[in-house]
């Protein structure tokens, strides 16, 4: 059965404070691999679709990456802003959700 | 503004009724969805459609209908059959299976 694994569940970081989220996924026939922010009581806002290995994308603060087996998600220099829950979706028969990484990042 | 709407933001409902969320995207895109989301999981997809007049069934689709009878619109009704049904419905726009969605502020049904 196809997974979907984020981790870490919480991420708490200060500001200026780089880390990076984890997506790892078990998937037959990945068709596309996609980032979204999502803000409390709110839908959740599209950042990035990563289709292939070695593929890379940036914007702002975040940079996203994908191996054949999981992708990160890269928070440069983080701002209170960038605070909210990061999911990771795979589009395989049908599209999977993780359970997302809650980030907080205090100033 | 191009976007997706749903109505209400916030329901009540008394176990036993049907009730139907509004869905409406003005953004052109062939593709709409059903998730719920509950605390502490994932989106959960109820319903998918690619094309007018035509829909498939997700992970969830128990206790669920939808119809899909114009490019715009795809409603979700939540039937008296659906066990759990309080929970946070959010519905997406693509423009294909491949592209990354575009989500609706979502419902939040309470069944009493």
């Known amino acids: 059965e196809d997974q979907v694994t984020q981790s870490p569940e919480a991420l708490r970081l200060q500001e200026g404070e780089s880390s990076s989220l984890n997506c790892s996924y078990t998937?037959?026939?990945?068709?596309?691999l996609f980032w979204y922010r999502q803000d409390p009581g709110k839908g959740p806002e599209f950042l990035f679709t990563?289709?292939?290995a070695g593929e890379e994308k940036e914007k702002e603060r975040l940079k996203a990456t994908l191996t054949k087996k999981e992708s990160f998600l890269h928070i440069t220099a983080p701002k209170p802003e960038d605070s909210a829950t990061y999911l990771c979706?795979?589009?395989?028969?049908?599209?999977?959700f993780g359970a997302g990484t809650r980030l907080t990042v205090k100033p | 503004d191009g976007g997706i709407t749903q109505s209400p933001k916030y329901l009540f409902r008394k176990e036993g009724q049907n009730v139907t969320l509004s869905c409406e995207q003005n953004?052109?895109?062939?593709?709409m969805y059903w998730y719920r989301q509950d605390p502490g999981q994932g989106l959960r997809l109820i319903y998918y459609?690619?094309?007018?007049?035509?829909?498939q069934k997700g992970d969830i689709a128990e206790g669920y209908s939808v119809s899909r009878e114009k490019k715009e619109s795809f409603p979700l009704t939540v039937t008296s059959a659906q066990k759990n049904p309080t929970a946070f419905y959010l519905c997406?726009?693509?423009?294909?299976?491949?592209?990354?969605?575009?989500f609706g502020p979502g419902t939040r049904l309470t069944v009493l």
């Open positions: 953004l052109n895109h062939d593709a």
């Open positions: 459609s690619q094309i007018v007049n035509d829909f």
């Open positions: 997406a726009s693509s423009i294909g299976d491949r592209d990354g969605q575009f």
């Open positions: 990563l289709y292939s």
């Open positions: 979706a795979v589009q395989a028969l049908d599209m999977r």
């Open positions: 998937v037959s026939g990945l068709r596309g």
